[in-house]
């Protein structure tokens, strides 16, 4: 073991040497990377030549009003849908005076970290395999819906997710109103109706039950299989905002990091396929546009934070975010690339906003 460890985290290691039946310094314990930042409450623990991730919940009391706390919340839901058969880790060892847990080791890739190195065409079987376990997922939490219910995130939800919405698109608005105006186009009535019929056709869409964590770091890609992690926090979401999310790798604290869109219509008809067997309120066609919708909305929100980060750099949270990001130019004209050629649906609102988008955009270029 390393002699500069934590007296908190030796405590752990050597609660794991006696679980094992030997001798704390046989454990090779090294911290998890994220891009080149280490997590402090992630370590790969290797035990006579095999792998384990340890991983310890520095939140300590339930959030709010609920009744656990983010440790027995992911004890629970990792067990519960590891008995669906669901590709989520399976925990060896856990302590609850410690908030720890160790899981079997799942792979040395996140979805995020190895979409930055690949081309999409290597990406595209390894996507639709992670798609298959979301779907694989999302049907389980369907089922075992009363299981879960007493550790569903406490939150009003008709009231937070209408917030939330309100929050995506009052960005999105502004920041068309932004690119219109830097491309010389000052005129707004036809951006007010275009984006009313996109905020009355989002709101339209329905919400599942699922991991509250979404994002590309979250699933792990392995040579024998995809597995989808952190599970500290379940409530209702959209599930295509979480499929965005989940697969658009945002290649943070990476050097030369950048978006990625893994979504393509490809990707898109192999979720949906799966998903109209258990979202009966869903066809085909709702989930291709209500994902081309999600996707939109996500980049608007991320052109919003990359120009309000450049126009108040020294304010706290945004230094944070350009250190983060790193080239905001680069990323910024990333973005509105992906805004522009991600056609996932057929819907004629989403396809007038790209438009706008690329007019915008040759127009900006032209001044």
């Not at 060892?93 to 079997?104: G, K, R, T, V």
């Not at 299981?147 to 995506?168: E, I, K, W």
């Amino acid at each position: 073991m390393p002699n500069f460890m934590m007296p908190e985290l030796l405590h752990i290691i050597w609660k794991i040497a006696k679980q094992f039946g030997m001798s704390p310094d046989r454990l090779c314990v090294t911290p998890i990377k994220h891009g080149g930042v280490e997590r402090n409450n992630l370590w790969r623990v290797i035990i006579d030549g095999q792998s384990y991730l340890l991983k310890q919940h520095f939140i300590t009391r339930p959030i709010g009003d609920s009744e656990f706390t983010p440790f027995e919340i992911e004890s629970f839901v990792l067990s519960t849908l590891r008995d669906a058969g669901c590709s989520v880790p399976k925990i060896v060892w856990q302590s609850e005076p410690d908030f720890c847990l160790l899981m079997e080791w799942c792979g040395e890739s996140t979805l995020d970290d190895v979409a930055q190195t690949a081309s999409l065409g290597l990406l595209k079987e390894t996507v639709i395999g992670a798609l298959g376990e979301y779907c694989h997922i999302e049907k389980s939490f369907a089922d075992r819906h009363t299981d879960f219910a007493p550790y569903v995130c406490p939150l009003d939800y008709s009231t937070h997710l209408r917030q939330a919405m309100d929050d995506m698109l009052d960005r999105g608005r502004k920041t068309m109103g932004y690119l219109a105006k830097s491309s010389g186009e000052t005129s707004a009535s036809e951006l007010d109706n275009l984006w009313s019929d996109f905020a009355q056709a989002i709101r339209r869409d329905s919400t599942t039950l699922g991991t509250l964590d979404f994002n590309a770091r979250n699933i792990v890609i392995d040579t024998v299989g995809i597995t989808y992690v952190d599970f500290g926090s379940i409530g209702w979401d959209w599930s295509e905002r979480r499929i965005v999310q989940f697969f658009n790798s945002l290649g943070a604290n990476r050097e030369g990091g950048n978006y990625l869109n893994l979504l393509n219509r490809d990707a898109i008809r192999a979720y949906a396929s799966q998903a109209i067997t258990y979202r009966s309120a869903s066809s085909e066609e709702d989930i291709f546009t209500q994902l081309d919708y999600h996707n939109i909305i996500f980049y608007f929100s991320i052109i919003h934070r990359l120009l309000e980060a450049v126009a108040r750099p020294t304010k706290e949270e945004n230094a944070a975010l350009l250190n983060v990001w790193g080239d905001t130019e680069a990323r910024l004209t990333r973005a509105l690339e992906i805004l522009v050629n991600s056609d996932l649906s057929d819907d004629s609102t989403a396809r007038q906003i790209r438009e706008c988008v690329r007019r915008f955009r040759e127009g900006a270029a032209t001044r």
